[in-house]
């Protein structure tokens, strides 16, 4: 069984993002044992308060390096990141999976990125756009893709080609 992780600078303060947050994390907590998924946790660390960029890139990247469950495959969000059609990013999470990760770890920056710490250490870099994306709304298309993801995987007519 793996479980999806995701770590993120900042807090969701839309009550429309938490509740779409909420909505996606319900139905892939629901349908994700039966596919070999045991759950989704989303940990929020304080965006780091140093006047200087680089000290506060280093400062989130080493909080979030340290609280990375053991065994995790590290995917950094980042807008250098490989982009993927939702049916091949089903597919890679799939293969994750299939070769017995125990956690896959998504980290979301702050407003700033990742420090170099992270992404030095990231085995994956995935960009969810070439546009810039507010960070709640980020944080919640990557948990729809999850359980859109899920949805693939059962067969489900939720992803139409």
Not at 6 to 13: P, T
Not at 71 to 79: P, T
Not at 100 to 128: I, R, T, V
Not at 138 to 157: D, F
């Amino acid at each position: 069984m793996m479980q999806f992780d995701i770590l993120a600078v900042g807090r969701l303060k839309q009550e429309a993002e938490l509740k779409l947050q909420s909505r996606y994390i319900e139905r892939i907590s629901k349908s994700g044992p039966s596919l070999g998924i045991k759950s989704i946790q989303v940990t929020e660390f304080v965006e780091a308060k140093s006047q200087d960029v680089s000290t506060r890139k280093s400062d989130e990247a080493s909080r979030m390096l340290a609280s990375l469950p053991k065994g995790a495959f590290l995917i950094a969000l980042d807008e250098r990141g490989k982009t993927f059609s939702t049916a091949d990013f089903s597919k890679q999470l799939q293969l994750k999976r299939d070769e017995g990760h125990s956690s896959l770890c998504f980290a979301l920056g702050g407003p700033d990125g990742h420090g170099a710490e992270l992404l030095n250490q990231a085995h994956m870099k995935l960009s969810l756009s070439p546009m810039t994306l507010p960070h709640g709304l980020a944080r919640v298309i990557l948990i729809e893709q999850l359980y859109r993801a899920l949805t693939i995987w059962s067969g489900h007519p939720y992803h139409r080609e």
